[in-house]
Structures are given as structure tokens and as C-alpha cells.
């Protein structure tokens, strides 16, 4: 079990999980992960991680096949501006690995925006917290579960 199904679990959320073989050589994990499961790739969802000035991470989850306005994320948290976070930093701060960075069970709670589309589906996928693991899930309970604002923040 990883921490972000044992925090669903705790919380009595309903989700799925789905598995699927990664590839190694891959490094498109949001992508590998829609293709490999036959999912429409607008409710697959990849944690980006930002950070914010003054030096603070904050969570970005879009579409695996869309780009995240640093622009629009920032505005959205209050801040003067945003870039992608250090991926050792997103690590360390998330307790997971890059391709299996989950936005549910993070070592230290982050402030969360999901773009606005995730809302035209009644359920999305996310990662699970590990390379190979997707979790579909309500998109109002992971939007209630992590405190997350809704906004576009795809370019």
C-alpha cells in the first residue's frame, strides 16, 4: 500500500485502482499511463509541482497531455510568480518518486489547484504513488480531500 491509498482508505473514499507495467525507458509517465490503461487522456492527471516566491511548493494537477501556466497557477496561489519545482525538492518534499508523484498522501501537505476540465468528468485518474499505479477517483472527493482551489491553469 502506498500513503496516498492508505489516507483514501482512512478517509472512506471510493476509488479504483489500476495497474499497469511500466517501462523503464519511459519517462512520459502520465502519458504511458493513459495509453497502457486505454484511458482518454483529458481525465488523466499528473502532479506537477511548483514553487511559488518566496520559496514555497505548492501542487498543480493537469491533464497528462496538456502544459501548466506557470502564470495562471501563480495568480491563482497569491504569488508574484511560479516555476517548476527542483525535482529533488519535489521528491523530498512529497515522500515519492518522479513518475509516481501522487498528490493524496504527501509527506507535507501542500496547497493543491486542479484544473478546471478535471470538473467535466465525474471521476479522474491520479497517480497512485508509484510508477505503474493509477487511482480513479471522484473529482469533487479529491478536490475535498486535498483542500484543492479549481482553476485553469493549462496554457
Do not use: W
Not at 54 to 75: D, F, Q, R
Not at 106 to 131: N, P
Amino acid at each position: 500500500m502506498t500513503p496516498a491509498i492508505n489516507l483514501l482508505k482512512k478517509n472512506k473514499c471510493d476509488f479504483k485502482i489500476h495497474k499497469y507495467e511500466h517501462d523503464p525507458a519511459c519517462t512520459n509517465y502520465g502519458l504511458e499511463a493513459a495509453q497502457k490503461l486505454g484511458l482518454d487522456e483529458n481525465r488523466v492527471f499528473k502532479t506537477l509541482l511548483v514553487e511559488l516566491n518566496p520559496k514555497e511548493l505548492a501542487v498543480g494537477l493537469i491533464p497528462v497531455n496538456c502544459s501548466m501556466s506557470l502564470k495562471n497557477i501563480a495568480t491563482v496561489l497569491d504569488s508574484k510568480n511560479a516555476k517548476m519545482a527542483d525535482k529533488n525538492e519535489a521528491q523530498k518534499s512529497t515522500g515519492y518518486l518522479l513518475g509516481g508523484i501522487s498528490p493524496i498522501g504527501q509527506k507535507k501537505k501542500l496547497r493543491t489547484v486542479i484544473d478546471q476540465s478535471a470538473f467535466s468528468f465525474e471521476t479522474i485518474y491520479v497517480s497512485g504513488g508509484k510508477r505503474g499505479l493509477d487511482i480513479e477517483i471522484k473529482t469533487q472527493d479529491i478536490m475535498k480531500l486535498l483542500n484543492a482551489k479549481k482553476y485553469k491553469i493549462t496554457s
